[in-house]
Nanobody
Framework: VQLQASGGGWVQAGGSLRLSCVVS????????MAWYRQAPGKRRELVAA???????NYEDSVKGRFAISRDNAKNTVYLQMNNLKPEDTAVYYC????????????WGQGTLVTVSS
């Protein structure tokens, strides 16, 4: 699996960014996908997930601010991030959705999001 995340950058608090991730995998539409993030000195955590049905779920701190979506025709998953906060600063990665993050081995390079106060 190849995971190519993009769209990160520097933004002031309250701003918005849209992340994209192209996933090179067969039968992409059958997989639940997710965005994860890892802040400096912290463990990687789940941010948002989208099932192949389109059902979504979010980590509590991003509910109402972030929206995950997917385009199966393009093998791409998106993360729209609004009202960004300094605590959202992290490297963001996309990957399959799993219950145990430690089971994932291939992460791609991620994309850095920096939010200044």
């Amino acid at each position: 699996v190849q995971l190519q995340a993009s769209g990160g950058g520097w933004v002031q608090a309250g701003g918005s960014l849209r992340l994209s991730c192209v996933v090179s995998i067969n039968y992409f539409s059958t997989y639940a996908m997710a965005w994860y993030r890892q802040a400096p000195g912290k463990r990687r955590e789940l941010v948002a997930a989208i099932r192949n049905s389109g059902l979504t779920n979010y980590e509590d701190s991003v509910k109402g601010r972030f929206a995950i979506s997917r385009d199966n025709a393009k093998n791409t998953v998106y993360l729209q991030m609004n009202n960004l906060k300094p605590e959202d600063t992290a490297v963001y990665y996309c990957n399959k959705f799993v219950l145990h993050i430690s089971s994932l081995r291939n992460w791609g390079q991620g994309t850095l999001v920096t939010v200044s106060s």
